[in-house]
Nanobody, 115 residues
């Protein structure tokens, strides 16, 4: 069955970096555009970044533009989110998302940015 497993989160100080990974199984990643979302306490879940199936085109939320980079390795069936210059407001649980599965969310990975 379809499975998305996020990893790479942690506790970092402002200005530091993290690289998140999303391991996909049960389907061929290369057939789908993919996205990263995040959900912070007391806030709505928001789209952070998206990438087309071939990885040519990317989109970013204004709040992360210039700091985050989404990428993918279709051979490894894995997607990534490089997060630089992290800020406290980036604190959230981060999820990867595949279209066509509106009710499926993985377990997410917690990112906490705090001094």
């Amino acid at each position: 069955q379809v499975q998305l497993v996020e990893s790479g989160g942690g506790l970092v100080q402002p200005g530091e970096s993290l690289r998140l990974s999303c391991a996909a199984s049960g389907f061929t990643l290369s057939r789908f555009p993919m996205s990263w979302y995040r959900h912070a306490p007391g806030k709505e879940r928001e789209l952070v970044a998206g990438i087309t199936s071939g990885g040519v085109t990317t989109i970013y939320a204004n709040s992360v533009k210039g700091r985050f980079t989404i990428s993918r390795d279709n051979v490894k069936n894995t997607m990534y989110l490089q997060m630089n210059s992290l800020k406290p407001e980036d604190t959230a649980v981060y999820y990867c998302k595949r279209p066509g599965l509106p009710n499926y969310w993985g377990q997410g990975t917690q990112v906490t940015v705090s001094s």
